[in-house]
């Protein structure tokens, strides 16, 4: 692959990645840094690229490996509420339509239950759920086996229904 038509082709998910950076590091500034270091590796490595192969999740990959090298221990760190939940006011999902009352509360209750996963459950949950990853290309991000992705995907989602039983329609 020519390393214009790469660069190109790499530049389509920047969208899809800040979104993701935004997931993980819930601050905007630090989104920007992780996408820009991401990207930064990316062309650097381009030679290392295998064409033919899902470039997005070789992308979302190094994301997360960047993520977990330089940002994991500042998270690790970061004020908690009473609740265990972090204190911090950015919502999960920046790019959300404007809500008012009850969806506005609902959507609240949602990202603070999924911020109490795991990480492994919640990246695992949003690459194949929000971001419509197949298990393979999520277990290649993640470096484990599709087995681990679907049995954290359904922890995921049985953790979820846990803290927002609440919602319960039955």
């Known amino acids: 692959m020519?390393?214009?038509?790469?660069?190109r082709q790499a530049l389509e998910?920047?969208?899809?990645?800040?979104?993701?950076?935004?997931?993980?590091?819930?601050n905007p500034p630090?989104?920007?840094?992780l996408v820009q270091e991401t990207y930064l590796r990316a062309f650097r490595f381009a030679h290392r690229f295998q064409a033919g192969t899902?470039?997005?999740?070789w992308l979302f990959q190094i994301l997360r490996n960047t993520f977990l090298t330089f940002y994991r221990i500042r998270e690790r760190e970061a004020p908690?509420?009473?609740?265990g939940v972090p204190d911090w006011d950015v919502p999960m999902f920046h790019d959300a339509p404007d809500e008012t009352g009850g969806a506005l509360e609902a959507h609240t209750d949602l990202e603070r239950a999924l911020r109490r996963l795991?990480?492994?459950?919640?990246?695992?949950?949003?690459?194949?759920e929000v971001e419509?990853?197949?298990?393979?290309?999520?277990?290649?991000v993640m470096a484990c086996p599709?087995?681990?992705?679907?049995?954290?995907?359904f922890r995921a989602k049985e953790r979820l229904r846990a803290l927002l039983r609440d919602y319960d329609t039955r």
């Open 30 to 33: 630090e989104a920007d840094d």
């Open 132 to 140: 419509g990853f197949p298990l393979d290309e999520v277990a290649r």
């Open 118 to 128: 795991p990480e492994e459950f919640r990246t695992a949950l949003l690459l194949a």
């Open 2 to 7: 020519a390393n214009a038509d790469f660069h």
């Open 80 to 83: 908690l509420a009473e609740d």
């Open 13 to 26: 998910h920047l969208d899809a990645l800040y979104n993701f950076a935004m997931y993980l590091t819930r």
């Open 146 to 153: 599709v087995g681990t992705v679907k049995s954290r995907i």
């Open 54 to 57: 899902h470039l997005r999740a």
